[in-house]
Structures are given as structure tokens and as C-alpha cells.
């Protein structure tokens, strides 16, 4: 698997300073512009989001590729599969 660092987003959605369920709400708006097999990167500095969109990528079937720590937020990838 290519390190996340390299992966290139076909969007990128700054949902940082909002407070849950601010990102995940993000995340769903977000995921729907993005072409099926294509990467949204979801930025949040919510701590809760790290968990919250793994188990809704598996919930609703997106692959979840991971987690970047920046300082102060993080860079979340999800792949679109439907």
C-alpha cells in the first residue's frame, strides 16, 4: 500500500474547528462529489472523527485508508467504492 503521505485526493474537505458530528456530516456531503474508486481527504481536528469514519466507511461500504497526525488535526483518506 502507498504511503498515505503520497496519495493523491481528488478532494480535500476542511472540516477542522468543528466539533462532532461537524466532520462526519462533511464527510458525507463530501464523499458523494467525489467519482467512484477516487480519495477524499477529510482534515479534522475533532478526536472523535478517527474512529467515527472508519465505522462509517464499514457501515457503508467506502474503504477506509487511513490517518495522517499533523500538528493540531488530521488528514483522514477514504476511497469511494459505490
Do not use: N, Q
Request: with cysteine; aromatic share 4%; charged share 30%.
Amino acid at each position: 500500500m502507498a504511503l498515505l503521505e503520497t496519495v493523491k485526493s481528488d478532494k480535500v474537505v476542511d472540516a477542522r474547528g468543528t466539533s462532532c458530528p461537524g466532520p462526519l456530516l462533511e464527510l458525507k456531503k463530501g464523499i458523494t462529489t467525489v467519482a467512484v474508486g477516487g480519495v477524499l481527504e477529510l482534515l479534522s481536528s475533532d478526536e472523535g472523527t478517527k474512529a467515527d469514519a472508519p465505522s462509517w466507511c464499514k457501515k457503508v461500504g467506502h474503504e477506509f485508508l487511513g490517518v495522517v497526525h499533523e500538528p493540531g488535526y488530521d488528514r483522514i483518506f477514504i476511497r469511494r467504492t459505490k
